[in-house]
């Protein structure tokens, strides 16, 4: 084979390869998403559009979630000093799975002026998956505290998912989330524990065991008697 067909066969099976790894790859998909939020706030209704985004990070069996505002939402008719303003929201879990998820965040590092749109720090939270599939989060209610007062945010313009994620369960349960049970060590069946190739290996080992403890204990008593029968005469 010619150098250049070497070289050309070499890159087809690279380019191959590329593609099975990255087809093989966890699928996850993030999108920034335009929420309109319907803020009632303590002087009236306020209404505020804001671009969101959600990230998810798998930590051990769960994944850690950063939602991020990239616009800020409602507004103070008064200067909301240093650490004055508290943050928090919830993602609603759809798809494969159900629920939601509590988010929040630090206070603001930095005084806010009155009538200045508020900028939301990002928030983060963390999801446990209960069912395994295609799982979607999707920016929920978002609830503000400061001087005393609540402000909460709905979404009216039903929003798509900011990210999609396949995840799998703890125990890789595939269906929909609910209780599970756990193993309490009991049989009420009354039967005897089925055993595999492993567990008849270790039972005939054991078996073996005893058959030989016997056999010396046997070869010891005989031993003693005929040394006693031997001291009588």
Do not use: H
Not at 58 to 79: A, D, F, I
């Amino acid at each position: 084979m010619s150098y250049q067909k070497r070289t050309a066969a070499l890159a087809s099976v690279a380019a191959l390869a590329g593609s099975a790894v990255f087809m093989a790859a966890p699928a996850a998909r993030a999108d920034v998403v335009d929420v309109n939020y319907k803020c009632q706030t303590p002087i009236g209704v306020k209404t505020a559009v804001s671009p969101i985004d959600i990230k998810g990070v798998k930590s051990g069996s769960s994944y850690k979630l950063t939602m991020s505002w990239q616009k800020g939402v409602s507004s103070s008719p008064v200067e909301l000093g240093k650490g004055a303003m508290s943050p928090s929201a919830t993602i609603k879990v759809g798809g494969a799975d159900s629920g939601t998820v509590s988010v929040s965040g630090p206070a603001n590092a930095a005084a806010i002026p009155a009538n200045t749109p508020i900028k939301i720090n990002d928030l983060t939270g963390t999801y446990t998956p209960k069912a395994s599939g295609k799982v979607t989060f999707t920016a929920a209610i978002l609830t503000i505290k400061a001087l005393g007062t609540t402000t909460t945010c709905t979404p009216t313009n039903s929003p798509g998912p900011s990210l999609t994620l396949d995840v799998t369960a703890a125990g890789g349960s595939s269906g929909s989330s609910g209780s599970t049970g756990s193993d309490t060590g009991t049989d009420s069946g009354g039967t005897l524990p089925k055993t595999g190739p492993d567990d008849s290996v270790i039972a005939l080992g054991t078996l073996g065991g005893t058959v030989l403890l016997a056999g010396a204990a046997g070869t010891l008593w005989l031993t003693r008697r005929n040394q006693t029968a031997r001291a009588r005469r």
